[in-house]
């Protein structure tokens, strides 16, 4: 059987309206759709994983870390494992302990109501490393997350790769915010370690909705699939399309990683 999980990536309070200090203008045009994700009877998910952006003060991707350097400049630097990369840099967010970093109350009641099955990612949660996929934090339970751990993972994916396959996953939904960023990198993510990958775009909003088309044109080049793409013609609701998606069963779809026997022997 194949089983999904759907990833609800970042919907906390500093990425919303009205007082987020990242705000996605529209970002909370996302819950409905993701309301729906969680409590229509219909949607049969095995596990539902929210990720957290999860910054201690002074992060290193917080302009105010970088004196003389203004917010949404792009700066080189070397982060905590050694590795030289650009850095857009950001107002302070998402710092731990803050309303700021809270998912959305309304969505995490709903996601805490699932159990065992509700799992968190927090990312960025070491000082000087950035992370914007959901597949680059450290998985925890949801209703009772641990402390980060004590020494950075340099191949934090592996991990989470290897939970969703030790449990059967081999499709991924991704909804959330933003979706030029934290959403795009978890779908890409997803789609190289070949999950079937699908994202939910009435349930996603941008910083800047251009940079999400990009994105979205990326995605598709590699396989993902972007259900209920905005200002496209479209024969489909975004519901029906979503419920093909998740019914389809592809022959020949098995990733690699699966049983050659397919599950038979
Ligand atoms: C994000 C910018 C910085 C996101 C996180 O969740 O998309 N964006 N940190
Ligand atoms: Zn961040």
Redo the contacts with the bound molecule.
């Keep these: 059987m194949t089983k999904t999980a759907l990833f609800i ?2 919907v906390q309070g500093d ?1 919303l309206p009205p007082d987020g200090s ?1 705000m996605v203008p529209a970002g909370l045009l996302v819950k409905p759709a993701i309301i729906s994700l969680l409590t229509d009877p219909k949607y049969k998910w095995d596990y539902v994983v929210a990720s957290q ?1 999860y910054h201690p003060p002074g992060h290193i ?1 917080f302009a105010s870390s970088h004196p003389g350097h203004r917010v949404y400049s792009d700066i080189e630097l070397k982060d905590g494992r050694g590795i030289l990369y650009e850095q857009k840099l ?1 107002p302070d ?2 710092v731990q302990g803050t309303k700021g970093c809270e998912i959305a109350p309304d969505l995490a009641a709903k996601i805490a109501e699932r159990g065992d099955t509700a799992k968190l990612v927090r990312k ?1 949660w070491h000082k000087d490393v950035e992370a ?1 996929s959901a597949f680059d934090g450290y998985l925890t339970d949801f209703s009772n997350p641990a402390d980060p751990p004590s020494e950075i993972d340099p191949q934090p994916a592996r991990k989470i790769v290897q939970w969703l396959r030790d449990q059967g996953v081999t499709k991924v939904v991704v909804a959330g ?2 979706a030029e ?3 795009a990198h978890t779908a890409l993510s997803a789609v190289a370690s070949r999950f079937q990958t699908a994202i939910l775009q009435p349930a996603t909003r941008a910083i800047e909705e251009r940079d999400a088309e990009e994105q979205w044109d990326k995605l598709c080049a590699v396989g993902a699939r972007i259900i209920g793409r905005a200002n496209r013609p479209r024969t489909l609701r975004w519901e029906d399309e979503l419920d093909q998606w998740l019914a389809a069963e592809k022959a020949g779809a098995w990733p690699e990683w699966k049983n050659k026997n397919n599950g038979t022997a």
């Design positions: 990536v970042d990425f990242l952006d991707s950001w967010h998402c960025g914007y915010l933003a960023l934290c959403v």
